[in-house]
């Protein structure tokens, strides 16, 4: 699913949404949650996950080209983890569809 197709269910589900509001609510949120990673905070979506900054400690690679080391940067990268609800909501549907596409004999 991409934002746009995101913009779409919303102002398809919520019909007095306009889809430039539909637009401007994703637009808010996702600016908000970023805002929040980017100031070291965690994000919690009870029964979907949670997102957090993970640490990447600096370390030594190699340039695959010419074989020199190459120091490399500490980095901060977003993590998400699933939370219980949604992992079995997925596990389930996944589940299902599969019974309901497998070959009958």
Do not use: C, W, Y
């Not at 996702?30 to 370390?59: C, K, Q, T, W, Y």
């Not at 190699?62 to 909501?89: D, M, Y």
């Amino acid at each position: 699913m991409t934002r746009s197709d995101l913009v779409e269910e919303l102002a398809a589900r919520f019909g007095q949404l306009t889809h430039r509001d539909a637009e401007f609510a994703v637009k808010t949120l996702l600016d908000a949650m970023s805002d929040a990673l980017v100031r070291g905070h965690r994000i919690e979506l009870r029964g979907f996950g949670s997102f957090s900054i993970n640490r990447r400690p600096p370390r030594m690679g190699r340039n695959p080209r010419s074989g020199e080391s190459v120091a490399i940067p500490e980095k901060r990268v977003p993590h998400f983890k699933p939370g219980k609800a949604l992992r079995e909501a997925v596990d389930t549907r996944t589940q299902e569809l599969l019974a309901g596409s497998a070959p009958k004999a």
